[in-house]
């Protein structure tokens, strides 16, 4: 019987990791700033029609970034949680390893390049049958 004895990571190994967790860290708490700057939500009256139409376009606008800032938090929270629990770069489909440079370029990534597209086949067909549904 054979003793393996499990590696230290080398401090060249933990470099990169140390960045990716200081990087996200730093949009985590930008995402959280942009959350609490809700004035474009705000219910105003306008004296004009117009105004008014461009105020629910801007509010509507606005809406819209809220819910995507939402969900990159969450993204960002879950590779923070993902690095402390040792999953982190591990495709959550395939299980095989993400590439590095997907990582550096989105940092929250889930799924390694050939999984995410299998993913955006099935989401972008479904969305297509939903409005081949609503015709």
């Known amino acids: 019987m054979q003793i393996v004895k499990k590696q230290t990571p080398t401090p060249r190994v933990l470099e990169p990791q140390a960045r990716t967790v200081e990087s996200l860290r730093e949009t985590l708490a930008d995402l959280e700033r942009s ?28 809406i819209e970034q809220l819910d995507r800032n939402t969900k990159s938090l969450v993204a960002v929270q879950d590779a923070l949680g993902r690095i402390e629990a040792g999953a982190y770069g591990i495709c959550k489909d ?9 990582l550096v370029a989105l940092p929250w990534a889930t799924r390694c390049v050939s999984c ?3 993913m955006d086949e099935l989401e972008s067909s479904s969305t297509e049958m939903d409005w081949s ?3």
């Open 35 to 62: 959350l609490h700057s809700r004035e474009e939500l705000a219910l105003t009256q306008a004296p004009d029609v117009l105004d008014a139409i461009q105020m629910a376009a801007n509010r509507e606008l606005a």
């Open 94 to 102: 395939c299980e095989e390893a993400i590439a590095q440079k997907r």
């Open 116 to 118: 995410q597209s299998k």
């Open 133 to 135: 549904d609503a015709a």
